[in-house]
């Protein structure tokens, strides 16, 4: 396999490596029920995942829904246990640490979650969820708490007045931007953001995405972002991996991915996104792929894509494709795709109706 994908620019931009994650596995096992609870399975959420985010750079995570994002997300950010595979945070190795341990990288690492109504607590007013950070790590007491979840407010547009309010009295907006404050209350160098706009109405997810950005601006964060919308992904990332069934398709710099996908999938999910221009619809190729996404519990031997891919053939069953350029692309961009696609090309089927 090729090296870790770096969402460091090519060209030498931001000012070194913050986090890198090598051949992350995370399988959770699957038991029967009855009186004894054997183990029976396992579900491959994560397969062998490796990256690498530079400071200050966003890299974008796409892919449909149980393909293994979150659960990434989390073994990154040390809430789930890695069952194989590294962390490596600044230099610290910080996988699988015990809980007092990881308690001064969990001041750097931050999460915002998807759900902004099932994120935060609705018994608890505003100020108190903001101000756990500093009760939990003890850098702040009393009115010094206060002011500095007012200023934390008002950072992210919210009116510092509202500090005694319940979470129920703010908008699906507002509470996001509560989560973003208190993400942000510890200064972090890392912020996960697992699909923090897809709750919200598009005006809303603009303005979102606006304070993400000047966030970054002012405090260097570095993002990991996760995401369903793939323009969403393109609008704020530098670099853009692209997940299924728990492996990496293709990686790599924002343009080149999008403007010329190699792997399948790839050029599929590319085709299914919404194009603002009229014109640019009517010429686009849809690719439809038939079937569904085979189990994570017991997934398709060689390519995990091969059973829905148009351009599968008998070795793609057989062999697990690395991840590395392919002829005619860029250094960068990286592909796990025995016949990737070339340029201009027609993918003649909509998939595959049975396995290879």
Request: aromatic share 6%; hydrophobic share 35%.
């Amino acid at each position: 396999m090729s090296g870790p994908l770096s969402a460091v620019p090519a060209d030498g931009g931001g000012s070194g490596e913050l986090l890198r994650v090598e051949n992350l596995v995370k399988y959770f096992p699957v038991r029967s029920t009855g009186m004894v609870r054997r183990t029976i399975g396992q579900v491959q959420a994560v397969d062998g995942v490796s990256l690498t985010i530079g400071r200050g750079q966003t890299l974008g995570l796409v892919g449909e829904t149980g393909c293994g994002k979150s659960t990434l997300a989390r073994c990154i950010a040390g809430l789930i246990p890695v069952t194989s595979g590294t962390v490596t945070f600044e230099g610290h190795d910080i996988t699988n640490l015990p809980r007092r341990a990881m308690r001064p990288f969990r001041r750097e690492i931050q999460m915002i979650f998807q759900d902004p109504y099932g994120s935060l607590n609705p018994r608890r007013r505003v100020g108190a969820i903001i101000g756990d950070p500093f009760a939990i790590h003890k850098t702040a007491t009393g009115n010094e708490r206060k002011r500095a979840v007012q200023e934390l407010m008002e950072r992210v547009g919210l009116n510092p007045e509202h500090y005694n309010r319940f979470p129920a009295e703010f908008s699906g907006g507002q509470r996001q931007r509560i989560g973003v404050a208190r993400a942000l209350a510890l200064r972090p160098k890392l912020i996960i953001c697992d699909e923090p706009v897809s709750a919200l109405d598009v005006s809303i997810q603009a303005q979102v995405l606006n304070l993400l950005a000047d966030l970054q601006d002012d405090f260097g964060l570095s993002y990991l972002f996760i995401a369903h919308d793939l323009e969403v992904v393109r609008h704020v990332s530098d670099s853009v991996i692209v997940m299924y069934l728990g492996r990496i398709a293709e990686a790599g710099p924002k343009d080149p991915v999008y403007d010329t996908p190699r792997h399948p999938y790839t050029a599929a999910l590319l085709s299914a996104s919404p194009a603002a221009d009229p014109e640019s619809a009517a010429s686009r190729q849809r690719i439809i792929l038939t079937g569904d996404v085979p189990s994570p519990i017991n997934p398709p031997s060689g390519c995990r894509f091969h059973p829905r891919c148009p351009k599968a053939q008998e070795l793609c069953s057989q062999s697990v494709p690395e991840l590395e350029p392919k002829s005619g692309g860029e250094p960068t961009h990286l592909t796990a795709c025995h016949y990737p696609v070339q340029a201009g090309e027609i993918l003649a089927s909509t998939g595959r109706r049975e396995p290879v």
